[in-house]
């Protein structure tokens, strides 16, 4: 009897993406430049090379595909990546997709960061102008102090965006992809001033249309966050009680409690703001706090802002935090973020904070 070979999960979704089935449904969302075939090779290699991504939840993998091909970009990690995020797959335009779509409105697109020992100058005003020159290679260009991208349209027209440390640190710090960001930092802020500059560029309604869809491809809309978190109707929510008067605790060093019940989980409703009010929340409420700040720990592991909100004695410790936390430059992120997480979800927390200070 011939010995049945069992295949692995990367090899079964490797087989599925190679199926006729899968050609043909990816065959309608493509443009006319890119081909079926080329497309299902880009994908396998990105397999290869993520192979946590076969672990991940299948259906978002292949909307994510999808996605990326109504796009008319590639997963390659320069077009657009595959991520993990909480146990689903989600598509990331790339700097080179947003420059690869700008480019098919006339407008070509650079994005670069800028270093300790480069030789940077820029001015806004009536006359515009914005210098950047690298030392000699290999001379040590020091620590990262911001990004700029420039937009040149063949018409002759020049537009171009800088943006500091700080500036990246804040949207950093409310960004569901933690990962990413941690894997490539200086593409993630060159793709964050690119996405600002692309958003300021003059053009067509329907040209805005296409490009307003590619940036807003990795934004949560409101609700979404919540969403993922606990489903449309809610899921139970893991977390360790906190004491009352809690103290700082490193987020890798609290023991998780196995065996643990969660208890049931209310739903979220924000009260009536605004989207972009809603939508900056939804964001900040993925925020899991970093090692060592102020932060509560389930039996999975350090907790989100939103899963905080969904208990009890979450609510009361995030209270406590817009009591007791100042911002430094190390945890402003935090900071920031638990604030326009709460603004939304906890006005009472927020009010209270307030009347205190």
């Known amino acids: 009897m011939s010995e049945i070979v069992q295949r692995t999960p990367q090899e079964d979704l490797i087989a599925q993406v190679r199926s006729d089935g899968f050609k043909r449904e990816v065959a309608m969302a493509l443009p006319e430049n890119i081909t079926p075939g080329y497309f299902v090779r880009v994908t396998v290699t990105a397999l290869m090379q993520t192979p946590d991504l076969a672990g991940a939840d299948r259906a978002s993998f292949f909307q994510s595909l999808i996605k990326c091909a109504q796009d008319g970009l590639l997963p390659d990690g320069r077009e657009a990546a595959l991520v993990l995020f909480s146990g689903k797959v989600q598509y990331l335009p790339m700097v080179g997709g947003i420059r690869k779509k700008l480019a098919e409105f006339g407008w070509t697109l650079e994005a670069r960061c800028v270093y300790e020992g480069d030789e940077f100058d820029y001015e806004y005003g009536l006359e515009p102008h914005l210098t950047h020159r690298p030392p000699r290679p290999g001379t040590p260009r020091g620590a990262r102090q911001g990004v700029y991208a420039v937009a040149k349209h063949k018409d002759g027209r020049r537009q171009f965006t800088v943006l500091d440390e700080a500036a990246i640190a804040k949207i950093r710090a409310i960004a569901k992809t933690k990962t ?23 053009l067509d309604p329907a040209d805005r249309e296409q490009l307003r869809t590619l940036i807003e491809a990795d934004d949560f809309k409101p609700g979404e966050a919540r969403d993922l978190l606990y489903g449309p109707s809610g899921h139970p929510a893991e977390v360790r009680e906190i004491e009352a008067a809690p103290t700082p605790v490193a987020s890798d060093s609290v023991p998780s409690s196995e065996g643990a019940k969660p208890e049931e989980a209310p739903v979220l409703e924000p009260p009536a703001v605004d989207d972009e009010a809603r939508m ?11 090692s060592g700040t102020y932060s509560a720990t389930g039996p999975k592991g350090p907790m989100t802002l939103a899963a905080m909100a969904a208990d009890e004695n979450g609510r009361k410790y995030l209270g406590m935090l817009l009591k007791r936390l100042e911002p430094t430059l190390e945890n402003q992120g935090y900071v920031e973020a638990v604030w326009a997480f709460c603004r939304v979800y906890c006005p009472e927390l927020v009010q209270a904070a307030e009347v205190q200070s």
């Not at 990413?180 to 003059?202: G, I, R």
């Open 180 to 202: 990413v960001w941690d894997s490539w930092p200086d593409p993630m802020a060159e793709k964050t001033a690119a996405k600002q500059l692309a958003n300021d560029v003059p």
């Open 280 to 290: 900056l929340a939804d964001e900040a409420g993925m925020f899991v706090p970093p």
